[in-house]
T-cell receptor, first 113, second 114 residues
Framework: AQSVTQLGSHVSVSEGALVLLRCNYS??????LFWYVQYPNQGLQLLLKYTSAATLVKGINGFEAEFKKSETSFHLTKPSAHMSDAAEYFC???????????FGSGTKLNVKP | DAGITQSPRHKVTETGTPVTLRCHQTENHRYMYWYRQDPGHGLRLIHYSYGVKDTDKGEVSDGYSVSRSKTEDFLLTLESATSSQTSVYFC?????????????FGNGTRLTVT
């Protein structure tokens, strides 16, 4: 089975600072990769996905992620945090030929004024 | 937003009673999933379906069963609820295998087993 590791269950940044949320996966074959965001009492919303085209993927709300095969990583970044970015973020992977999705344990982002 | 409706949104039940959660989609997607979300564990797959009457187990399937008699409906049943099944349950759908189609989620059902 795939495993997904998100380093840091809680990350705190100041408004306007860089956001970096880390995700590493275990797979010998690069899978499809996804980032989701969850606001309180809501379902998960897709931020962006990697499907083997460009290694730098842009998503909604100014977020982007870079796929690095050598590091088996798919870290999420945003140049300048906004208060509205405070939420929980989940990294997910899905093998190419298998329709099961595996999630990391999530990272809660706190944005300080 | 993808047309996914979960019902009920909240439920409190007693230990030992059966509980059925419903997921209804209007997207005609082939794949449907049930996940549970617990603090520190992210989302864990309970069961999923790859077509009408075609289902398979996920990583935390013990104590749960599912049924899919129509494309649009996927039911999750807790056969005899236990306190360890207190959780938030999410239904999700996905269109196809080959194109990296993402999951789309419902808004969740908060289940409390007393």
């Amino acid at each position: 089975a795939q495993s997904v590791t998100q380093l840091g269950s809680h990350v705190s940044v100041s408004e306007g600072a860089l956001v970096l949320l880390r995700c590493n996966y275990s797979s010998s074959v690069p899978p499809y990769l996804f980032w989701y965001v969850q606001y309180p009492n809501q379902g998960l919303q897709l931020l962006l996905k990697y499907t083997s085209a460009a290694t730098l993927v842009k998503g909604i709300n100014g977020f982007e992620a870079e796929f690095k095969k050598s590091e088996t990583s798919f870290h999420l970044t945003k140049p300048s945090a906004h208060m509205s970015d405070a939420a929980e973020y989940f990294c997910a992977v899905r093998p190419y030929n298998f329709n099961k999705f595996y999630f990391g344990s999530g990272t809660k982002l706190n944005v300080k004024p | 937003d993808a047309g996914i409706t979960q019902s009920p949104r909240h439920k409190v039940t007693e230990t030992g009673t059966p509980v059925t959660l419903r997921c209804h989609q209007t997207e005609n997607h082939r794949y449907m999933y049930w996940y549970r979300q617990d603090p520190g564990h992210g989302l864990r797959l309970i069961h999923y379906s790859y077509g009408v009457k075609d289902t398979d187990k996920g990583e935390v399937s013990d104590g749960y069963s599912v049924s899919r008699s129509k494309t649009e409906d996927f039911l999750l049943t807790l056969e005899s609820a236990t306190s360890s099944q207190t959780s938030v349950y999410f239904c999700a759908i996905s269109e196809a295998t080959g194109e990296g189609s993402p999951l789309h989620f419902g808004n969740g059902t908060r289940l409390t087993v007393t």
